[in-house]
């Protein structure tokens, strides 16, 4: 079956940093691009960034373009987010997505909190 772990999370103050972690298995991760997905309080989750299969393609929300960074290692079948600058508005579960099969399987999340 398909698992995604995503680890890394924490309170941070603003300006700080953190890296995410999403462990996959149970497909074929070198061919499936890769997703980070964020879901602040009261809020409807949201694209973050994304990331070919090959790594060599990356695109990103808005509101994290040049904070933010996506990254993988294939030999390991983990996806990464580097998050530097934090801010307030940072503060979110954060979730790694892949579309195997036609379906999108999602990880059990990890909680950034941004302090002021």
């Known amino acids: 079956q398909v698992q995604l772990v995503e680890s890394g999370g924490g309170l941070v103050q603003s300006g700080g940093s953190l890296r995410l972690s999403c462990a996959t298995s149970?497909?074929?991760?070198?061919?499936?691009?890769m997703s980070w997905y964020r879901q602040a309080p009261g809020k409807e989750r949201v694209w973050v960034a994304g990331?070919?299969?090959?790594?060599?393609?990356?695109n990103y929300a808005d509101s994290v373009k040049g904070r933010f960074t996506i990254s993988r290692d294939n030999a390991r079948n983990t996806v990464y987010l580097q998050m530097n600058s934090l801010k307030p508005e940072d503060t979110a579960v954060y979730y790694c997505?892949?579309?195997?099969?036609?379906?999108?399987?999602w990880g059990q999340g990890t909680q950034v909190t941004v302090s002021s």
């Open positions: 997505k892949v579309n195997w099969r036609n379906t999108n399987y």
């Open positions: 149970g497909f074929v991760f070198a061919t499936k691009a």
């Open positions: 990331i070919a299969s090959e790594g060599t393609y990356t």
